[in-house]
């Protein structure tokens, strides 16, 4: 467009000269050549032409840069001597002075050098620039915003697919491993990074269900011999005859066999867990009654288990209580969350409240005993991870990472508040 401005400019300064030159000449040769035209006659003619241009004066000068005609008496051009020798050299120079245009042309005659001088306004060429000026900015500007759209519409339209699989990338976790990518029926390169990164994943499921199965098959398989350790140990400890010394050692090897036996029962349920990923059945269940079934397994497995109970904003309609959940995961949460508040209370009493509220539930249970010293209580569902509040309680540091991997199948979000130096609170948040 810029080309296109400065070609019609340059077009319309050369038309311009042009006519200018035109009108120049004529004048030069009536004037000078026929002797029946007058100063006063050509000036009548300059003065009363058709193709007068607006604002335009001739003048015409003789050899010694004498004015011997001049067709309007208002505002002479002035030209240094040294214009009048450049134009003597070139035959012909054209300046720009403000919105006037002057053109010197050298004309001759009867071996005599005349000097014509025209000066005029393109007043209708101009404004012809002017309007083009603003008719290719306009151009520019809707061309631009058009292409722009399109680009960007296009482009949006073209990288759909890879916000498509941004968005199922951000939802794939350890639960969901069996995501894959749409493949389109084009080939392209956006189709083949779908079909490299289904590759990839199922590399990494297959690899992620070997791992589970020989995690699954080892803890079972060590489970028996455990276990077999652990009663031959217990059988010997009924000998009365064994020396102190021995008594100690058996006592310190069996329960280092019940610690081992807790972990292959922790890594089993861990195991269970993982298996369970692909064929969790979420049907409507009630907390209360989950809460209620754990609570009897921590009594049986210690009698000395304590349970406070109590429900906030009850309702009378049961199915406020129910949530949507698998029933058998959901009790090895509520199994491991109050056997963990049981463990590590310092009176065997955990307190349980369940807090309905109008799109969501909360279990809230609290214990009181040491607390664990650490900054951010998330890592503490970390795997294998013991907080510093496990004196000598035994444990495989499993049972929260459990409860946390479960809940994530169901999400609900869990927390773990200390409430106090001597106060440990876990929450967990059902959506209703």
């Known amino acids: 467009m810029l080309i296109v401005y400065f070609l019609f400019a340059d077009f319309r300064k050369e038309e311009f000269v042009d006519r200018m ?10 004037l000078i050549d026929v002797k029946e035209i007058t100063p006063n006659t050509q000036k009548t003619f300059d003065q009363n032409s058709i193709n007068r241009l607006y604002k335009e004066k001739t003048q015409v000068f003789d050899e010694k840069k004498k004015l011997i005609y001049s067709s309007s008496d208002k505002g002479d051009v002035r030209w240094t001597d040294a214009e009048f020798e450049q134009l003597k050299q070139e035959g012909r120079v054209f300046k ?10 050298l004309y001759q005659s009867q071996r005599k050098d005349y000097y014509v001088l ?3 306004s393109d007043t209708y060429g101009n404004r012809k620039l002017v309007y083009l000026k603003y008719l290719l900015l306009g151009a520019f500007i809707t061309g631009t915003t058009f292409v722009w759209v399109l680009s960007f519409s296009i482009s949006k339209k073209s990288l759909e697919p890879l916000d498509v699989f ?5 939802e794939i976790a350890d639960n969901e491993l069996t995501i894959r990518l749409p493949q389109a029926k084009r080939e392209d390169e956006i189709n083949a990074l779908a079909n490299s990164f289904n590759q990839m994943m199922d590399r990494i499921d297959n690899a992620y269900n070997r791992q589970r199965e020989f995690t699954s098959q080892a803890s079972h398989e060590l489970r028996t011999p455990v276990a077999r ?3 031959q140990v217990e059988n010997m400890l009924h000998v009365h005859e064994l020396e102190p010394e021995i008594r100690n050692y058996l006592v310190s090897v069996a329960e280092d066999a019940f610690h081992l036996s807790e972990i292959i029962t922790s890594l089993i349920s861990f195991a269970e867990v993982n298996n369970h990923r692909n064929s969790v059945s979420f049907n409507p269940v009630r907390l209360d009654e989950i809460i209620f079934s754990a609570a009897s397994e921590v009594s049986a497995l210690d009698s000395d288990f304590k349970l406070k109970f109590e429900i906030e904003n009850y309702s009378a309609d049961e199915t406020d209580m129910e949530i949507k959940a698998d029933d058998k995961l959901l009790k090895i949460v509520m199994l491991n969350l109050l056997k963990n508040a049981f463990l590590y209370s310092d009176n065997q009493l955990v307190e349980c409240c369940i807090k309905q509220h109008n799109k969501s539930i909360d279990v809230v249970i609290t214990n009181t005993g040491p607390v664990p010293q650490v900054k951010d209580t998330a890592i503490l569902f970390n ?12 444990g495989t540091g499993i049972g929260l990472s459990i409860v946390k991997r479960v809940l994530d199948y169901h999400h609900a979000p ?5 409430i106090d130096s001597n106060t440990n609170q876990v929450v967990v948040t059902f959506l209703l």
């Open 96 to 105: 720009n002075s403000q919105e006037i245009e002057v053109l010197g042309l």
């Open 229 to 231: 350790i652990a009663a």
């Open 414 to 418: 869990i927390s773990y508040n200390i």
């Open 21 to 30: 030159a035109e009108k120049a000449e004529t004048t030069a040769r009536l």
């Open 166 to 170: 941004r968005r199922q990338i951000q």
């Open 118 to 120: 025209i000066s005029a």
């Open 383 to 394: 795997t294998f991870y013991r907080g510093s509040n496990i004196r000598t309680k035994s």
